[in-house]
């Protein structure tokens, strides 16, 4: 009698072991997550502490809901895991699933700032004064996890910043798995190091990537626990370790441990407009180097990398002689 009664739907697996409900299909309520609350010392900007993590406006691992909360997936020592944090008042609410869920409750005072130090930056001029006093809530994040942002930094090496987003988007989503928990449609969590090594050749050139590039990730992922070990070490160490890796240089490892380790100081070097920006806001040059942006820079030492956030938060910057590439498109070793 097969084919007179409708057979049922069955669910089908998709990538990375979750399962796709057909449609029609009732969804079976979201398991709920695992939460904490943590009350910052000070003020807290959920946008400016969290910010640098999102690459472009549709990073699949990084969600901001209309409701002022932050969604991240992440794939932690302990396995994938989604973030949601909200500010309630002044205490910021968490809720976190997947494997790696206790590893981000655990780790969200760092994340929100919690080993950042805004006190121990003094301005000296009158321009980064004013740029602080309007954004009291600027913590620097640290998230403890190297290779998500080591690798999205990769790809930011000498090409537009569109072309890296596009890249990390596409990469994410084709070799990634979807976010645990009730996340946002489309939220994903990045591969694990042994998928980035398997990616075929066809689709790194697919996602935009030339050779040089892809050859540099390939060769950090096959190291991956020795690069997550350095979130133990200083970030002058942590720095060392990665640029002992090909294809990883100063303004890489800058990069990196900026969101790694929270490192105040790490400024970056070798990219294409900020120097000009720092020497325009400090000294009206416009047209300083590494060199002059280092010393201008000199009497912020411990705390430069928060200095040039401070600068480029102040909107002090340069008009643009020519139609040119933003602030970051290009990027060195």
């Known amino acids: 009698m097969a084919g007179r009664f409708p057979q049922r739907p069955t669910p089908t697996t998709a ?3 979750h399962v796709a409900v057909p449609a029609g299909v009732p969804r079976p309520a ?26 472009g406006p549709a990073d699949p691992t990084f969600r901001a809901a209309p409701d002022g909360s932050v969604w991240r997936a992440s794939r932690t020592p302990t396995g994938p895991g989604t973030l949601r944090v909200a500010l309630r008042g002044t205490v910021a609410e968490a ?32 321009l980064l004064a004013l740029a602080r006093h309007h954004r009291p809530g600027l913590r620097l994040t640290r998230t403890g996890l190297v290779l998500e942002s080591l690798i999205p930094s ?13 890249a990390w988007r596409l990469l994410v989503r084709r070799f990634g798995e979807p976010a645990p928990g009730p996340a946002p449609d489309r939220l994903w969590v990045m591969p694990a190091p042994r998928t980035w090594a398997l990616i075929p050749s066809w689709e790194w050139h697919r996602a935009g990537v030339d050779d040089k590039r892809a050859s540099t990730i390939l060769r950090a992922v096959r190291v991956a ?14 720095r060392a370790r990665l640029e002992v890796v090909p294809g990883i240089g100063p303004w890489t490892s800058a990069e990196t441990v900026q969101r790694s380790h929270g490192a105040a100081d790490s400024v970056t070097v070798g990219d294409l407009h900020l120097p000009g920006i720092v020497g325009y806001a ?14 201008l820079l000199e009497p912020y030492a411990g705390q430069r990398h928060r200095a040039a956030r401070l600068i480029l938060l102040s909107g002090q910057v340069p008009a643009r002689r020519a139609p040119r590439m933003r602030r970051g498109d290009i990027g060195r070793l």
């Open 225 to 238: 626990a020795r690069l997550e070990e350095s979130c133990t070490m200083d970030p002058a160490a942590a």
């Open 30 to 55: 979201p398991a709920p997550g695992r939460r904490r609350s943590w009350t910052p010392p000070g003020p807290l900007d959920l946008g400016l502490v969290l910010g640098p993590l999102r690459r």
């Open 154 to 166: 990769v790809l930011e090496q000498k090409v537009t910043t569109d072309e890296a987003y596009r």
């Open 15 to 17: 990538r990375g072991g």
């Open 282 to 295: 400090l000294a009206g040059d416009r047209d300083a180097d590494d060199e002059a942006m280092l010393a």
């Open 95 to 126: 809720e976190a699933w997947g494997p790696g869920a206790d590893w981000l409750l655990h780790q969200l005072p760092d994340l929100l700032g919690a080993s950042d130090d805004p006190d121990a930056f003094e301005p000296r001029h009158r």
